[in-house]
């Protein structure tokens, strides 16, 4: 994990992602929305560019924030892609005192963020926050082999 | 309902060990057979646990190598993992295996070393012991294992009013158990003040509030019910139930309930016939103070949100109404992950044998293990009762 820190690229719109994204044989199928099939690369394709992407179940309605191949409540496969709100609360948190191998800081914050009616990890920046703060979408982490991970910041 | 007996138990010290695992785990393989009265050659097939060998220690393929060391080679041996519930899985699988006829006598175990003994420093070991959080929607943003619980405790503190102090009971209570268990870890006993003096892991969790990295091994000797009555002192499996739950932590539906202990627990405690009520005593996964006060609502021995006030309230202690983590937990006893599931079901076995020695509880009838891994998204919970 480098620990560095990235900033969004300007917000595409969904339209330009799309075209490039669905243009892209690795990326697969297209889903029903048009927004492209959800993989861990088009996740974070659209983290990096400032956009955060989860999946709808239309079967039981569980919204999701990390991408999968089936809904993990119910098991349907028609799961659909949607675009989450960069703004949300801080479901809970926590510091980070002892870091894993790879993070060069101590004492930074991790938190679930509940974003729409899904939630998602991220790391924040900036001010100490605690339970319930109103957060907005600030970039991204890089972790090993340069996987990011959100970065939220107080809205 | 009996689905197999425990008839031989062994466990080593859990502490630090510079023996290789195929040495430690042959100490308490030979414990458990020796307990049992039967030889290497009475076992039908072996249900091994080990966590992260290939990671900490570079050394996979176990299963057949520890067999071989203990004079098994040639019956079947199947390695499991699944994170801290590693041997708990292994120790499933064992049950069903004599349960269903497919083998007469089965040997349930393992092994593991998390201790600066692998060359490893808290650092490689924090990175380790955190790939069992999700690789892609989790661990970039720098999450640790104590992070992981301190997310759930930290909500789980919002909502039901839990504080800090009451997590330093829980470490309190079990530092003193585990002063009376000879093959625990620490035997030491610590204040509440110290407690809450340590430094800060991952907030709210210090020091105290973690347990530590340990080397060991367990395991037990298991035959189906009818073959029980054969040795000397069969200890009866009523119940285990195996649950898992989605990951990442986000997707969870509510994080701090860990449902899959609640669907386990269910599970298990239908199969045995007993309500949470009748439990008379308890080892749950305490990984961190917090993962304890969870356990202990997830389990229904005490009600939900009062977890971390009945421990503060001696409630759980082991004079207190419904004992838990005798054994000193994994805050005290230790955590050698692979080695930390059938470990309790050696506890339990002593328990209600009566064999406990210093940390013997009174009127031990009924006992329930707790064995959870990674984000709790695998639980895995056993009943076990005094053969009638």
Redesign the interface.
Known sequence: ?S?TEGTADEPETPDEADSGTGSDPESGEESGSDLPVLT?RT?SEALRSGRLLGQSCPDCGHV???PKAAC??CGSRSIETVELPTTGEV?????????????EERG?Q????QVGE??????IEGETVT?GEELRLAGY????RN????LFEPA | MTRASVVGAGMTEFGVHEEPLAELFGEAAFGALDDAGVEPGDIDALYFGNAMGGQTENDTHLAPKVASHVGMAGIPAQRYEDACATSANAFKNAVEAVESGRHDVVLAGGVERCTAETGLD???M??IF?SAS???????????F??VF???T??HM?EHGTTEEHLAHVAVKNHANGTRNSKAHFGKEVTVEEAMEG??????FRLMDCCPFSDGASAVVLVSEDSADSFDAPVDVTGVGHATD?V????K?T??VTQAARDAASEAYGQAGVSAAEVDFAEVHDCFTGAEVLASEALGLVPDGEGGFAAAEGRTARDGEIPINASGGLKAKGHPIGATGTGQIVELTEQLRGDAGAHQLPGAGTGVAHNLGGDAATTVVTVMGVRA
């Open positions: 994990m620990g861990h996740w999701a924030g990390a993990a409540r479901y809970t948190e926590t510091t980070v005192m002892v870091p894993p191998e790879g993070v930074y991790v938190a679930v963020v899904a939630r998602v990890m991220g790391r339970i982490v890089t972790g090993e996987d990011p991970g959100p | 808290t650092p490689a924090t990175r955190g999700h690789r892609q929607y989790e661990q970039p943003t720098g999450i640790t104590p992070g301190a997310l759930f930290k909500r919002h430094p800060v892991v991952a907030d709210p989605v990442p932590i986000g997707d539906e994080p701090h």
